[in-house]
């Protein structure tokens, strides 16, 4: 991979190495980023006290032993003790070469793939999404798409909450309305909001619906195959409904990635025999409950996990740790991310706690809840509609839609498109206007939803960056020429090509921290920052018009080598690219 950092990572370790001895061959040398030069390693400040040396003399000894090569052009002492590089023009050149000659842009994939579970989305049968689910969903896809790239077995795994108390209630309604209520067509979904609302409404005022529905929760725990033909019903109209919202989200997931709470029903009762055959849980105050060490209240008592209720049910806790064993012991993971809300976190530790008590979690096993922070209005407030309810997703994203239709026909085009073509291109716009928004920013905080913000041109939006990738296809189109036969080779002239070039190196960086962290929001940091350095280019540097032949070939190169990079970077977001805008 043709990263500066960490090339120069690598020299840096051997200077280190060369000058206070193989101990310290693999010290991190500290590159960051500089006012001064294109990088700095700051080695010598973070290890003169340990080396027993002053920081400057020690920089000047590790400038002394440092292989400068072809790669780096200028290096000096600064301050206390930063030393500064600067690459060569031509390394950085060649090495745009490389990433445009390599159809994954330079990036091999990881030395040692790991078998990653992502779950994400997590829907309720019987419901329709809102707007809770817009980020789970959003993120989790990205990570999953990153997570494969980078090489890894990702398994992707809808836990859609499927099973449990209310459906006793659903399935005693849908017979007293009749199947046909529910068991028809994706336009039936509208009609299964109000049909949950009205179950629920029926199981708070109707003692005898209500203990019908209690008897039915029983037989369809039991195993009765006339409740689970009922209880399919409703789980089958709700994923053609999940389906149609994933489909225009861009959503990777499938009926295949559902394993949802009614999957690791029969493993619950074994999973809370291990629990107690391993002293892990007992009885408290009638409750089978497992007390992690280092969970306590305000009070100072230990807080319990509780394993299975008085009544002899179970609940969330004991169905996740049923999951965690399930895909440590059978789907054999080395890694397991939870996209889940902030507010779980709690909940999550505690339960990986109890895992790591059983022996499911380990150092080789690891699991991570991802926290999704809240969606919020203008307002700072949770995003509500007008009347105080919840926003249904799929209202969102037709205004979403609606509000992208009109930010289009205000920016001037340089072509005119037909009415199907419009609205194929305003519909990209809009829903990766709403992705973006919600990927641009670290996923653990909250943001604000404000749709005039995320649908603008301007500035670091979804339309701006697909705005960037349009625009080199243009310039592709104008000049005749096909940007997969563009070969180079890269020269450096001007200062915007060279500031390109170099932001297109750090690809492979920016993708693994994103991987490693769980993190889309630094890819979606770097796309943005490939997509500026190239407005400085294109402002600066003509392509079709440049001064001579090589200039222009090279040039073509660095749009064709940004051009692909914008497309992975918002593929690997789940960011659609329209051909033009």
């Not at 077995?153 to 046909?180: A, Y």
């Not at 709403?434 to 005039?452: G, N, P």
Request: glycine share 8%.
């Amino acid at each position: 991979m043709p990263d500066p950092q960490l090339v120069l990572a690598s020299r840096v370790r051997d200077a280190l190495a060369a000058v206070l001895g193989p101990s310290y061959a693999d010290a991190d040398p500290v590159i960051r980023p500089s006012q001064f030069a294109d990088l700095q390693a700051n080695a010598a400040l973070a290890l003169a006290k340990k080396a027993g040396r002053k920081p400057r003399e020690l920089a000047d000894e590790i400038v002394a032993h440092l292989d400068t090569g072809d790669v780096i052009a200028k290096v000096e002492v600064s301050g206390p003790g930063f030393i500064n590089l600067t690459l060569s023009d031509t390394w950085i050149a060649e090495q745009t070469g490389r990433v445009l000659a390599d159809e994954r842009l330079a990036v091999p994939p990881v030395d040692a793939p790991q078998k990653v579970i992502v779950e994400y989305s997590s829907p309720n049968v019987a419901k329709e999404m809102h707007v809770g689910h817009l980020r789970t969903t959003i993120v989790g896809d990205s990570i999953a798409r990153i997570l494969e790239f980078l090489g890894h077995h990702v398994v992707r795994d809808n836990h859609v909450g499927d099973w449990g108390t209310p459906f006793g209630m659903l399935i005693e309604h849908l017979l007293d309305l009749g199947e046909d209520a529910a068991a028809r067509d994706d336009s039936s979904v509208s009609d299964l909001t109000a049909f949950y609302q009205a179950a629920r409404q029926k199981f708070d005022g109707d003692p005898q619906f209500a203990e019908r529905s209690r008897q039915r929760v029983v037989q369809l725990q039991a195993g009765d195959p006339e409740t689970l033909r009922l209880w399919q019903i409703l789980v089958d109209v709700s994923k053609r409904y999940f389906n149609t919202v994933y489909r225009r989200l861009g959503i990777t997931l499938t009926d295949a990635d559902i394993k949802g709470e009614s999957f690791y029903n029969d493993m619950l009762g074994p999973t809370v025999q291990e629990l107690e055959d391993k002293g892990i849980a007992s009885l408290s105050d009638g409750a089978l409950c497992a007390f992690p060490p280092g969970f306590t209240g305000r009070d100072g008592e230990p807080l319990p996990v509780i394993i299975r209720k008085r009544d002899g049910g179970y609940n969330y806790s004991t169905s996740d740790l049923a999951t965690v064993r399930y895909r440590v012991d059978v789907e054999r993971a080395d890694r397991m991310i939870y996209v889940v809300g902030a507010p779980q976190a709690l909940h999550f530790q505690m339960v990986f706690a109890v895992a790591r008590m059983a022996g499911w979690l380990n150092d080789e096993v690891r699991a991570e809840h991802a926290q999704i922070g809240n969606v919020l209005g203008t307002d700072g407030k949770i995003l509500r509609t007008r009347a105080g309810g919840t926003v249904k997703l799929a209202e969102l994203l037709d205004e979403a839609v609606e509000r992208a239709g009109r930010a289009f026909d205000e920016v001037p085009h340089e072509e005119a498109f037909d009415e199907a073509t419009r609205a194929e291109i305003v519909e990209a716009v809009g829903i990766g206007a709403v992705k973006y928004a919600d990927l641009s920013v670290a996923r653990d905080s909250e943001y604000v939803f404000d749709f005039d913000r995320m649908i603008a041109f301007k500035g670091n939006t979804g339309p701006y960056l697909q705005y960037a990738a349009a625009r080199i296809r243009s310039i592709f189109r104008k000049g005749g020429v096909d940007p997969a036969a563009v070969t180079g080779p890269v020269r450096i002239g001007h200062p915007a090509e060279r500031a390109l070039a170099l932001r297109l190196l750090g690809f492979g960086a920016a993708v693994a921290q994103a991987g490693e962290s769980a993190e889309p929001h630094r890819l979606a940091a770097y796309v943005f920052s490939v997509a500026d350095a190239y407005t400085a280019f294109y402002e600066n540097c003509p392509v079709l018009q440049a001064p001579d032949e090589a200039t222009k070939a090279s040039r073509l190169a660095l749009c064709a080598a940004t051009l692909r990079t914008l497309e992975t970077g918002l593929h690997l977001l789940g960011v659609p690219t329209p051909e033009r805008m």
